[in-house]
T-cell receptor, first 113, second 114 residues
Framework: QQQVKQSPQSLIVQKGGISIINCAYE??????FPWYQQFPGKGPALLIA?????SEKKEGRFTISFNKSAKQFSLHIMDSQPGDSATYFCAASNTGGGNKLTFGTGTQLKVEL | EPEVTQTPSHQVTQMGQEVILRCVPISNHLYFYWYRQILGQKVEFLVSFYNNEISEKSEIFDDQFSVERPDGSNFTLKIRSTKLEDSAMYFC????????????FGQGTRLTVV
């Protein structure tokens, strides 16, 4: 019940295209859903996050879509750039339960010229 | 911009030896965490620490692991008797307080047990 399932495992997108990464969770106690970006040899860096009281959050080229009834959320990267090539992790936490993050398995994104 | 710093960046140790991984969280943060990432796999929670005590720990965090905040700035993870399967990237993270849930991660320490 603590798992967060993430797909796809890898993704290749052309420069300027839209990258879409999906996650699903089971634990209805989760109430905070961040996305992290990780470059090789670096720590995860918080990209954008959403709470279940809204269905969408946009920050620049990055948008989270959230479907509470389906227990799914997704990251959309608009106008994808080669510099976006990284591993993306979705995560979830129960903020009333200590803020422990449960991570998805990660998506390796490659944006080609 | 404030950041979480970790030392060393890479540690190689013999199986059975003790290692201490060090972290300096962001100065006004109150919650501290250790996570690990085995090569190519997802990031896994180890332990959270608040108000000078462990607030939650995972099944991975067994008796060979311990954490400490020896002074006002450092946060350490000790592995008493390392095993080959402890080889991983260890990340320290910190959060401001219970109302702000953003966790900021350090660059990590790559632990290699030989």
């Amino acid at each position: 019940q603590q798992q967060v399932k993430q797909s796809p495992q890898s993704l290749i997108v052309q420069k300027g295209g839209i990258s879409i990464i999906n996650c699903a969770y089971e634990n209805t106690a989760f109430d905070y859903f961040p996305w992290y970006q990780q470059f090789p040899g670096k720590g995860p860096a918080l990209l954008i996050a959403i709470r279940p009281d809204v269905s969408e959050k946009k920050e620049g080229r990055f948008t989270i879509s959230f479907n509470k009834s389906a227990k799914q959320f997704s990251l959309h990267i608009m106008d994808s750039q080669p510099g976006d090539s990284a591993t993306y992790f979705c995560a979830a936490s129960n903020t009333g339960g200590g803020n422990k993050l449960t991570f998805g398995t990660g998506t390796q994104l490659k944006v080609e010229l | 911009e404030p950041e979480v710093t970790q030392t060393p960046s890479h540690q190689v140790t013999q199986m059975g030896q003790e290692v201490i991984l060090r972290c300096v969280p962001i100065s006004n943060h109150l919650y501290f965490y250790w996570y690990r990432q085995i090569l190519g796999q997802k990031v896994e929670f180890l332990v959270s620490f608040y108000n000078n005590e462990i607030s939650e720990k995972s099944e991975i965090f067994d008796d060979q692991f311990s954490v400490e905040r020896p002074d006002g700035s450092n946060f350490t993870l000790k592995i008493r008797s390392t095993k080959l399967e402890d080889s991983a990237m260890y990340f320290c993270a910190s959060s401001p307080d219970t109302r702000r849930t953003e966790a900021f991660f350090g660059q990590g320490t790559r632990l290699t047990v030989v």
